[in-house]
């Protein structure tokens, strides 16, 4: 029997500096591209073609507020999305900045994540298009928006973000 040589080592190193690198690169929401989006901080955040995911949901003011916010880029059939969606209900309080979730389908798994969040943030609908245009590679990703429409911080969302961190890196 033929013992792994030297290329199955280096496989494992390999394997092993990716798996590190992933992890250590994933949530420091402060440096671009990330393993959740290749957006660059400091860019403009480019128009989202956005609706409410239902008739009655979000008003247009709600879709775009004017101050500081948060987008998140969801998917309604993620675990991890589910998770971070209810971490922010229970966080909710005054101090929460406006959060925008955004799916990219309008189904009946979109329209029960609606109903599972409840008031911790608006849900709208933005079409595959939203991947392709803030660059997402995983779900959920968020995006801290300025009231000078640039983008301040890239991350993947967890739903326990510390609102008043968020709002200190929200500079005009």
Known sequence: MRRPGWRGALVFLALTIITVANFTLRDDGKSAPTLASTFTVGDPMPPLKIRPLTS????AAALAPAGCHVVVVFASSCKHCHIAAARAKLRQSDR??????????????????????????VVAYGGPEVFRKLKVNAVPTAFLVTPARRVARVWVYTGEEDPAELEAA???
């Not at 900045?97 to 911790?120: K, M, N």
């Open 56 to 59: 009655g949901g979000a008003s």
């Open 96 to 121: 929460n900045l406006p959060t925008i979730w955004v799916s990219h389908t309008d189904d009946e798994a979109a329209l029960a994540f609606e109903r599972d969040l409840g008031d911790a943030g």
């Open 170 to 172: 929200c500079v005009p």
